[in-house]
Nanobody, 123 residues
């Protein structure tokens, strides 16, 4: 089970830190990612992190996003800097067992999803 927190209303130019808490299974065995979705569009990959800390980002994010994890605490985090109104979306964390070696860019390859947390950025 994955539960996101940390969303809400934020100002443009500010920083937001999202959290994903996992339960069940051995957390370090899972590849964790963050996606976001706006109405009428598909869920979009933002960043992923392996159990050993290897990170991958969507190329278009221009360094504003940082993904991290704490295997001891069963948590994953996403920090978003220099917030823009276009960052407004529902943000989801997702996971799949790393042994499957799947293409982590596709939301279809994830077995577990959180319920999502709304982020609204005002200008």
């Amino acid at each position: 089970q994955l539960v996101e927190s940390g969303g809400g209303l934020a100002q443009a130019g500010g920083t937001l830190r999202l959290h994903c808490t996992a339960s069940g299974g051995t957390f370090s065995n899972y590849f964790m990612s963050w996606f976001r979705q706006v109405p009428g569009k598909e869920r979009a990959f933002l960043a992923g992190i392996s159990g050993t800390g290897g990170r991958s980002y969507y190329a278009g994010l221009k360094g504003r996003f940082t993904i991290s994890r704490d295997n001891a605490e069963n948590t994953a985090h996403l920090q978003v800097n220099s917030l823009k109104p276009e960052d407004t979306a529902v943000y989801y964390c997702a996971a799949f067992a790393a042994r499957y070696g799947r293409n982590f860019y596709s939301p279809n390859n994830y077995d577990y999803w959180g319920q999502g947390t709304q982020v609204t950025v005002s200008s």
